[in-house]
């Protein structure tokens, strides 16, 4: 089932955080056990964003132990980022286990994840000059809410309504997924991928992290993959079509740009709608419809499309 939403506004910044909200809660019917956001605002080329988190939601329940635990995975990622030399300039806190830090780093960014995530329970869900990436039990209304994105001003934004069927119920398996480990590249994704455990073999021999068994992280770290090997995302995205066996739509967002693909069968539905100043695209029209309540003109991609729409 699963909903996923994108939108970008060409040339200008928007209410994105409002608007992906309003897209997300219209198709929380079609997955009501997470919600996810990428949202991209002004690019700053002198700092890291970085969203990660020290627990599962669920793990509140487990007592002060838990509480404790946190605090001191918190403390490690702080005396890590010091030791790689990067200055945290400012940080946030959602929730007992999710944070937010800005900070200036300019090593190698994929030693800095990898070094973080060996901290037990730490996971990272994004880093970008542009890109925060938010998701969490519940729906769209509820995540939105407890992370105050109902302000986030930006350009664009993609998300996700998740109903779990192959992984379990749980931050780690919910949508959207950082692509790993490159800035501002986020995905999500509405199928089910049939070649996912030969795909994802060959990209950890090619050192690619996962960090769940949702077959819609494969596509997350194929485009990176891709993207590592000199594609633009476009040519990475055909290729995906051709490369990526099972019925998928899929959206991904780099710092500007917004992407869509759909595979040759195109079971998974998908509406778009553009105009000179916006493009929206969703699973079903009621989602642009939240945006846009006036008379608008919507169509369906044909099979095997790739699209991509700069800010």
């Known amino acids: 089932m699963c909903g996923i939403a994108g939108l970008i506004h060409r040339g200008r910044s928007g209410d994105i955080g409002r608007e992906m909200t309003a897209m997300l809660q219209a198709l929380k019917h ?29 793990d509140l329940a487990k007592g002060f132990h838990i509480h404790q635990q946190m605090r001191d995975r918190k403390a490690t990622v702080d005396a890590r980022l010091a030791e790689l030399g990067a200055t945290v300039e400012h940080e946030d806190q959602a929730t007992e286990y999710a944070h937010r830090y800005v900070f200036g780093f300019d090593g190698d960014l994929k030693h800095l994840v990898d070094y973080l995530e060996d901290i037990d329970a730490v996971e990272i869900l994004s880093i970008g ?111 995906s079509i051709h490369e990526l066996d099972g019925v998928f739509t899929y959206l991904v967002a780099t710092s500007d740009s917004l992407g869509m693909a759909k595979d040759v069968m195109a079971a998974k539905p998908m509406v778009l709608y553009e105009s000179d100043e916006i493009i929206a695209l969703a699973s079903e029209e009621v989602a642009i419809r939240s945006v846009f309540p006036h008379e608008i003109d919507t169509f369906d991609p044909y099979e095997g499309e790739v699209r991509v729409w700069q800010n």
């Open 129 to 239: 000059h542009a890109l925060e990436l938010v998701k969490d039990l519940g729906d769209a209304g509820r995540v939105s809410s407890q992370y105050g994105l109902g302000g986030f001003k930006g350009t664009h934004g993609i998300g996700h309504t998740r109903m779990a069927t192959e992984s379990d119920v749980d931050i780690r398996s919910a949508h959207p997924y950082w692509a790993y480990p490159f800035n501002d590249v986020a995905v999500v994704h509405n199928g089910q991928l049939t070649n996912y455990w030969g795909s994802r073999r060959a990209l950890e021999r090619r050192g690619h992290r996962f960090v769940s068994d949702c077959d819609s992280e494969l596509i997350a770290v194929y485009v990176a993959d891709r993207i590592e090997r000199g594609d633009e995302l476009e040519a990475a995205m055909k290729r």
């Open 30 to 58: 079609r997955g009501p056990d997470s919600a996810g956001f990428a949202l991209y605002g002004k690019p700053d080329p002198d700092h890291q964003i970085m969203r990660f988190k020290v627990a599962e939601q669920a």
